[in-house]
């Protein structure tokens, strides 16, 4: 549920736990309901910052792709730092929430791969290999692609 909150919109990842009515319907429910990312943009949008009705009227339960009309809107942000402060700051956090939980994922990969190896992990992933390819997703790109220009 938090990686579908932080924008890890994978269907695959919810059928683990169909075995559970009440939980995979809270799954389910964090699966299609907007991430935090989404609900920046919606916040961009309220403030007057042009963001595409696309990423606003999406199926929440899809992974989000990347955009370079997003990208624009966080630029209009990181110009005037002075006008969108909060925007700015939102922006900050969000880079630091992506920073810290990749390094908590490229710290479980490592706990995995000392513990088990190469053999198949839990919720039936291929283990470490999985891990290893989760550690180059990206849950908000346009942030990163400003950051980048900065």
Do not use: C
């Amino acid at each position: 549920m938090l990686e579908f909150r932080l924008g890890n919109k994978n269907e695959k990842m919810a059928r683990v736990f169909e075995s559970d009515p009440d939980i995979a319907a809270q799954v389910h429910a964090a699966l299609t309901e907007p991430s935090i990312y989404d609900e920046s943009l919606a916040l961009l949008a309220r403030r007057g910052i042009a963001i595409p009705d696309e990423k606003l009227k999406r199926d929440f339960s899809q992974p989000y792709v990347e955009d370079h009309r997003v990208t624009d809107a966080w630029r209009t942000v990181y110009a005037d730092v002075d006008k969108h402060w909060d925007l700015y700051e939102l922006a900050e956090k969000l880079v630091d929430l992506e920073y810290r939980f990749h390094l908590w994922r490229f710290s479980h990969m490592k706990t995995v791969e000392r513990i088990i190896g190469s053999k198949p992990g839990t919720g039936g992933t291929s283990g470490v290999n999985y891990l290893k390819k989760a550690l180059e997703l990206t849950f908000y790109p346009e942030l990163w692609a400003v950051r980048g220009e900065i």
